[in-house]
């Protein structure tokens, strides 16, 4: 399993005490997604469905996932992190990685804001123009995963 940015958005894991991201979860998501049906645009991004955006809200809120975590998952995991991805902030992917896997299953990896190649960006979204130092992470992983 691969993850790229995947994080558990606890508003404490943002910068400034995450209370913008708090707000937003607690007010804006709940109020607009009943009154449209949906989260309509510009808020985070949108168009986002209803059931997501409130499951999105309560982890927030919360710092829980939407699902029972039973026990950690054993299956070989690579969990990628962005240097200054202010949508999954470090702590916040580090938080999925300890909460969802298995310390012996789960590799890291952080693409930090010095391996970028010129011209390119490893924000959240942006590094999927320039992938190539990420697929290569990728690949390495998933050979030396095949070999063990």
């Not at 009154?35 to 469905?49: E, M, N, T």
């Not at 804001?113 to 998933?142: F, K, L, M, Y």
Request: neutral net charge; aromatic residues 10%.
């Amino acid at each position: 399993m691969i993850t790229v940015a995947g994080a558990i958005p606890h508003y404490r894991h943002f910068a400034y005490g995450g209370l913008h991201v708090a707000a937003m979860a607690a007010l804006v998501v709940p109020v607009m997604t009943a009154v449209f049906g949906f989260l309509p645009k510009p808020a985070f991004g949108g168009p986002g469905a209803r059931t997501l955006m409130r499951e999105w809200a309560r982890m927030v809120l919360t710092g829980q996932p939407p699902y029972a975590v039973d026990q950690p998952i054993t299956t070989p995991a690579l969990a990628i992190s962005l240097g200054g991805d202010t949508l999954s902030p470090v702590s916040a992917v580090a938080d999925l990685a300890d909460r969802l896997f298995s310390s012996t299953s789960v590799t890291r990896w952080h693409y930090n804001t010095d391996q970028v190649p010129e011209a390119s960006t490893n924000d959240h979204i942006g590094w999927v123009r320039t992938p190539a130092t990420v697929v290569d992470c990728i690949v390495t992983w998933w050979c030396d995963a095949a070999r063990s």
